[in-house]
């Protein structure tokens, strides 16, 4: 069964970056697609990247684009989040989540989460 703990969590200033770390504790998540969503404050949880089971193919929110790398290492069982040049409106909880769909970029698609990781960006 697929267990999810994320690390990595923190508080940067604008412009800095964060590396975020998924690991299944579980040793399952190599049958899923894995991704990370993220939910402000006084928002709804929402998509930020995805990545296949074997690593092959990636998606990204426009608003992540060129800044996050989703990156996945099934010999640890642990997906990545790289985040660089980091923004106010990054602030959130980052949630790492599992699928059995083949991509998912829908928030409805993911079968299994984590407990969520802070991170705040400050101006």
């Known amino acids: 069964q697929v267990q999810l703990v994320e690390s990595g969590g923190g508080l940067v200033q604008a412009g800095g970056s964060l590396r975020l770390s998924c690991a299944d504790s579980?040793?399952?998540?190599?049958?899923?697609?894995m991704g990370w969503l993220r939910q402000a404050p006084g928002k709804e949880r929402e998509f930020v990247a995805t990545?296949?089971?074997?690593?092959?193919?990636?998606r990204y929110a426009d608003s992540v684009k060129g800044r996050f790398t989703i990156s996945r290492d099934n010999a640890k069982n642990t997906a990545y989040l790289q985040m660089n040049n980091l923004k106010p409106e990054d602030t959130a909880i980052y949630y790492c989540a599992a699928s059995q769909a083949v991509i998912a970029t829908l928030v409805t698609t993911y079968d299994y989460w984590g407990q969520g990781t802070q991170v705040t960006v400050s101006s």
């Open positions: 990545i296949s089971r074997a690593g092959a193919i990636t």
């Open positions: 579980g040793h399952a998540v190599n049958d899923y697609s």
